[in-house]
């Protein structure tokens, strides 16, 4: 029932941002956290899985930036990688607290400067019992006509990361508690 309603919903989506979801292809990453929904839901809600994901990945991330708003809806938020890489810009367009769904589109940057038109994140908090759940990272994007050949694709590996960190995170300070 509720991959029903999460499809649906992505669907709707699809049609209110033009895009028609048979033009989407999706990297999907699934984690199980032994922690409430509700406390992983604290850290991706706002700003927090970013921040703790870059003091993490200081390899990986070399800086965090707010370019506008609170971390709320509208917010639009770049991420810049360590030197001799690039920078990927989203703007947060969707925070749903009951359904505990953030949704991201892509402003450049990330596989929009490989030849991809769309990109949308998409990250779904799944709660399974009272102390776990399924940390659900999707990127749906579609390729430009004149790049399919290439193929491009976004990489989730940065999504994959965020999602064992804050299990680690989560997990750890459970267990301190």
């Not at 992983?40 to 809600?45: A, C, D, G, S």
């Not at 810009?89 to 359904?99: H, L, Y």
């Not at 990272?137 to 999504?159: C, H, M, R, T, W």
Request: charged share 25%; net charge positive.
């Amino acid at each position: 029932m509720l991959k029903r309603v999460s499809l649906i919903c992505f669907l709707i989506f699809s049609c209110y941002m033009g895009i028609e979801s048979k033009d989407l292809k999706h990297l999907t990453n699934e984690l199980e956290v032994n922690v409430a929904a509700s406390r992983v839901w604290e850290l991706y809600r706002h700003l927090g899985i970013s921040m703790l994901t870059a003091r993490e990945l200081k390899t990986v991330i070399q800086s965090v930036q707010v370019l506008k708003g609170d971390g709320g809806v509208g917010t639009i938020l770049k991420l810049t990688f360590v030197p001799g890489n690039s920078s990927y810009t989203e703007r947060f367009i969707k925070i749903d607290d009951e359904k505990k769904v953030k949704v991201a589109k892509g402003l450049e940057g990330g596989c929009l400067a490989i030849g991809c038109s769309v990109q949308i994140v998409r990250l779904d908090i799944i709660e399974k019992t009272s102390d776990s759940c399924i940390i659900r990272s999707d990127i749906g994007y579609a390729v430009k006509e004149e790049f399919e050949a290439n193929d491009p694709k976004p990489n989730i590996q940065l999504l994959a990361a965020a999602a064992q960190i804050t299990k680690r995170f989560l997990e750890s300070s459970k267990n301190d508690a």
